[in-house]
């Protein structure tokens, strides 16, 4: 299985006093971070430890209190910012496939093509088929998502989501919500993805996925960064009791798991 051409450019992220709170609870604490481009980075931690706020704030589905995001030329935190602009550079795959039930998987994959980046229609289904082709899902174009598996529909977002010819992409637990026999098909994809260096940031509780594929592996817990660096140093030799703590229980096969954020 293969991603359908290599990524052509790439938008590195840097985010600096990051700070988002709903209310009185307070997510993000003061959140920095730099993601090279062409740099994997996984975020894990706890349930509530702001990771999906994190990512949520990069292409401004939330609005943070305070702060910086920069992706590639962008300051996505400025008040004048061109907001479709922004997030026609960013692809985003949810824990939830988000498909349009009513549509097929092909029209899924060419509405935003047409309507955002005014691509005649059958230049948007050539880009839309080539896209499905490589995550093997070319011969379903034609059927509606209540017709495929999770898996098949979370692998149809991704094609989705890269036929917008992103720069950078955002996974949030794109996995959480599979039978585990398809979890492999939708990490297949996003490890070709990382090879063929697309800057990617994931909230992840795949601790195999974070080690073989990550550049950089960021702990958080309690809406700040307590641990990052390599994957092999960060999981295999935690430096911070929390995040010692953290991966012994998710480590521990007698361990059910911990949910996103």
């Keep these: 299985m293969s991603v359908a051409s290599p990524v052509q450019s790439a938008a590195g ?8 709170a709903y209310g009185e609870n307070e997510v993000l604490k003061g959140i920095n971070l730099e993601v090279a481009p062409g740099e994997v980075v996984c975020l894990i931690g706890p349930s509530g430890s702001g990771k999906s706020t994190l990512l ?3 292409n401004l589905l939330e ?3 305070d702060g910086v995001i920069e992706v590639g030329g962008f300051t996505a935190t400025d008040p004048d910012v061109n907001i479709d602009a922004l997030r026609r550079r960013v692809g985003m795959v949810f ?3 988000n498909l349009f039930p009513h549509l097929t998987v092909l029209k899924n994959c060419t509405v935003s093509q047409v309507k955002v980046l005014k691509r005649p229609k059958a230049e948007a289904e050539a880009i839309a088929l080539r896209h499905l082709e490589a995550v093997g899902l070319g011969h379903l174009a034609h059927r509606f998502p209540a017709e495929l598996s999770g898996g098949q529909q979370q692998r149809v977002a991704i094609a989705r989501a890269l036929s917008m010819d992103p720069e950078l992409m955002l996974f949030d637990e794109p996995t959480s919500a599979l039978d585990p026999e398809t ?3 939708v990490l297949a994809i996003m490890r070709k993805l990382a090879q063929d260096g697309m800057t990617m940031v994931v909230v992840t509780h ?3 996925f974070a080690r073989e594929v ?3 592996v960021v702990f958080m817990d309690g809406g700040v960064v307590v641990e990052q660096g390599p994957a092999a140093e960060v999981i295999g030799n ?3 009791p929390r995040t010692q703590d953290f991966l012994r229980r998710v480590l521990d096969p007698t361990h059910v798991g911990l949910e996103s954020d």
Excluded: H
């Design 13 to 20: 992220v840097r985010i600096a006093g990051l700070r988002k």
């Design 56 to 58: 949520r704030c990069i």
């Design 95 to 97: 824990q939830q496939f």
């Design 63 to 65: 609005t943070p209190n």
């Design 214 to 216: 990550a550049d950089r």
């Design 183 to 185: 979890v492999g098909d």
């Design 206 to 208: 795949e601790m195999g």
């Design 238 to 240: 935690p430096s911070q």
